[in-house]
């Protein structure tokens, strides 16, 4: 599988960031050298008949998000055309790639390693930047142009703010944070860990990190040794610190939901106490308090608000891809409330058909493959995919994860787990009947309906 290399060092290359943390890579374009190396392999691939491309359950449904993001772009913002074309087809893209690139189970492990790999990366370097020294941060130009959170370390240690700015070496012409600063050139923001790049938000790594753990139960499940036994305690502990250490309430509901819908799922009433167990310290250890939680409760309760009257003003098409900040000074924080707001009720439903099948794929193959050793591999990774999944359903309901690469990358190894599938069973198969339309159609209007109660609280 020749398209398998492009799209590993195009995981590596979103999750890594090099360009933002070494000038050296700044000014080479390689997100798309390995696009275009996947898709080079991925053509040679077909050519040499290697690979027979069949779309995934969620393709017919991606489409349609990326067109109707085209389209509603273009109508309502088309001075934005260029940069949000060009955004959402990578986008797209992404998911096209790691969907149908591989072709049975090893190419679908090896992306999925990948994945874990890069988790566990971004865990590793929170939790050196969460026990690392204060310095002052210059907030001057950083790499790529932009005036950015990062800043620049000027080497001057301090406690508090104040030391940075009266202290000797202190420009005046200046501001100055007092943050960790960690690897690669990455710092702190308000005390809380955090990556770089469209993972610079706490929230966001915790999320990306936190589902990312059943991976590690799945590798341990198809090959029981104390190595992988080791890998598993040291995954439930590195991400679980780096959790902490975000603050994240929302990374401990995505931390409790993955533990809880794969222990209750797999052990059913130990594993719900084995889950609770191993959630408590997180829960009891992270998490912001006091009024700097309230007065981001309260603010994320009134954005709810916000983004329904945006809805109510178009409420055919919607306000138009990335269109949000165009009628409120912040983002939704909420991806189910975006997509209404900004694709309108079509967008939305092609949007949560995206999520609806991803959950399906899993759910009927664990089903189908309940029982019989030569399927522990369906089984294993099926598991690990809902899992995840659930928890990042539960994350995005507070982050504005719509287009989000993370959220994109997981609909496409998702796409990859069905393909490996019916590389076994070519009459394994996952369609959305009419039954699941009425379904998804309840649960969108469920969705809203809780917002809008939500929203009421302001």
């Not at 492990?109 to 994945?115: F, G, I, R």
């Given at each position: 599988?020749?398209?398998?290399?492009?799209?590993?060092?195009?995981?590596?290359?979103?999750?890594?960031?090099?360009?933002?943390?070494?000038?050296r890579?700044?000014?080479l374009?390689?997100?798309?050298?390995?696009?275009?190396?996947?898709?080079?392999?991925?053509?040679?691939?077909?050519?040499m008949?290697?690979?027979?491309?069949?779309?995934?359950?969620?393709?017919?449904?991606?489409?349609?998000?990326?067109?109707?993001?085209?389209?509603?772009?273009?109508?309502?913002?088309?001075?934005?055309f260029?940069?949000?074309?060009?955004?959402?087809?990578?986008?797209?893209?992404?998911?096209?790639?790691?969907?149908?690139?591989p072709?049975?189970?090893?190419?679908?492990?090896?992306?999925?390693?990948?994945?874990?790999i890069?988790?566990?990366?971004?865990a590793?370097?929170?939790?050196?930047?969460?026990?690392?020294?204060?310095?002052?941060?210059?907030?001057?130009?950083?790499?790529?142009?932009?005036?950015?959170?990062?800043g620049?370390?000027?080497?001057?240690?301090?406690?508090?703010?104040?030391?940075?700015?009266?202290?000797?070496?202190?420009?005046?012409?200046?501001?100055?944070?007092?943050?960790?600063?960690?690897?690669?050139?990455?710092?702190?923001?308000?005390?809380?860990?955090?990556?770089?790049?469209?993972?610079?938000?706490?929230?966001e790594?915790?999320?990306?990190?936190?589902?990312?753990?059943?991976?590690?139960?799945?590798?341990?499940?198809?090959?029981?040794?104390?190595t992988?036994?080791?890998?598993?305690?040291?995954s439930?502990?590195?991400?679980a610190?780096?959790?902490?250490?975000?603050?994240?309430?929302?990374?401990?509901?995505?931390?409790?939901?993955?533990?809880?819908?794969?222990?209750?799922?797999?052990?059913g009433?130990?594993?719900?106490?084995?889950?609770?167990?191993?959630?408590?310290?997180?829960?009891?250890?992270?998490?912001?308090?006091?009024?700097?939680?309230?007065?981001?409760?309260?603010?994320?309760?009134?954005?709810?608000?916000?983004?329904?009257?945006?809805y109510?003003?178009?409420?055919l098409?919607?306000?138009?891809?990335?269109?949000?900040?165009?009628?409120?000074?912040?983002?939704?924080?909420?991806?189910?409330?975006?997509?209404l707001s900004?694709?309108?009720?079509?967008?939305?439903?092609?949007?949560?058909?995206?999520?609806?099948?991803?959950?399906?794929?899993?759910?009927?193959?664990?089903?189908?493959?309940?029982?019989?050793?030569?399927?522990?591999?369906?089984?294993?990774?099926?598991?690990?995919?809902?899992?995840?999944?659930?928890?990042?359903?539960?994350?995005?309901?507070f982050?504005?994860?719509?287009?989000?690469?993370?959220?994109?990358?997981?609909?496409?190894?998702?796409?990859?787990?069905?393909?490996?599938?019916?590389s076994?069973?070519?009459?394994?198969?996952?369609?959305?009947e009419?039954?699941?339309?009425?379904?998804?159609?309840?649960?969108?209007?469920?969705?809203?309906?809780?917002?809008?109660?939500?929203?009421?609280?302001?």
């Amino acid at each position: 599988m020749l398209a398998l290399p492009g799209v590993i060092l195009l995981i590596v290359f979103i999750y890594g960031r090099p360009q933002e943390w070494d000038e050296r890579f700044e000014s080479l374009p390689f997100l798309y050298l390995w696009l275009a190396l996947a898709f080079m392999g991925m053509g040679l691939d077909l050519a040499m008949g290697k690979v027979r491309l069949k779309a995934t359950p969620q393709l017919r449904w991606a489409i349609v998000v990326y067109l109707w993001c085209v389209l509603t772009l273009g109508f309502r913002n088309p001075g934005e055309f260029s940069e949000g074309f060009v955004s959402i087809s990578v986008t797209f893209v992404l998911f096209f790639l790691i969907g149908h690139s591989p072709e049975g189970f090893k190419g679908f492990q090896k992306l999925a390693a990948t994945v874990l790999i890069m988790g566990l990366f971004v865990a590793g370097v929170a939790i050196h930047q969460g026990f690392s020294s204060f310095q002052c941060l210059a907030m001057t130009q950083t790499i790529g142009g932009s005036r950015g959170e990062a800043g620049i370390p000027d080497g001057r240690s301090c406690e508090k703010r104040l030391d940075c700015r009266e202290g000797p070496g202190a420009d005046p012409e200046v501001e100055y944070l007092c943050e960790r600063v960690g690897l690669f050139k990455t710092s702190t923001i308000n005390g809380r860990v955090r990556w770089r790049g469209v993972l610079q938000d706490p929230n966001e790594l915790a999320l990306t990190a936190g589902i990312v753990l059943p991976f590690s139960f799945a590798m341990f499940e198809q090959k029981r040794s104390f190595t992988r036994a080791l890998m598993v305690f040291g995954s439930l502990l590195l991400i679980a610190t780096a959790i902490i250490l975000t603050q994240s309430r929302g990374g401990q509901l995505v931390f409790a939901t993955v533990l809880g819908v794969y222990f209750v799922k797999k052990y059913g009433i130990r594993g719900a106490i084995f889950g609770a167990i191993c959630a408590a310290p997180l829960m009891l250890l992270g998490g912001r308090g006091g009024g700097e939680a309230d007065e981001s409760a309260n603010e994320r309760t009134e954005i709810l608000g916000e983004g329904l009257n945006i809805y109510r003003m178009f409420p055919l098409m919607g306000a138009g891809f990335r269109q949000f900040t165009e009628h409120h000074w912040l983002t939704a924080h909420n991806a189910y409330l975006l997509a209404l707001s900004e694709l309108g009720p079509l967008g939305m439903f092609a949007w949560t058909a995206m999520i609806y099948l991803t959950l399906k794929i899993s759910l009927v193959a664990l089903k189908r493959y309940e029982y019989g050793a030569q399927f522990a591999a369906i089984r294993a990774w099926s598991m690990a995919i809902m899992a995840g999944f659930c928890g990042m359903m539960v994350g995005i309901f507070f982050l504005s994860f719509t287009y989000h690469y993370v959220l994109w990358i997981y609909f496409g190894l998702a796409g990859a787990l069905y393909s490996a599938i019916r590389s076994v069973d070519p009459n394994f198969s996952i369609r959305l009947e009419k039954r699941d339309v009425y379904r998804l159609i309840l649960a969108d209007l469920a969705l809203v309906l809780v917002i809008v109660v939500l929203s009421k609280r302001a």
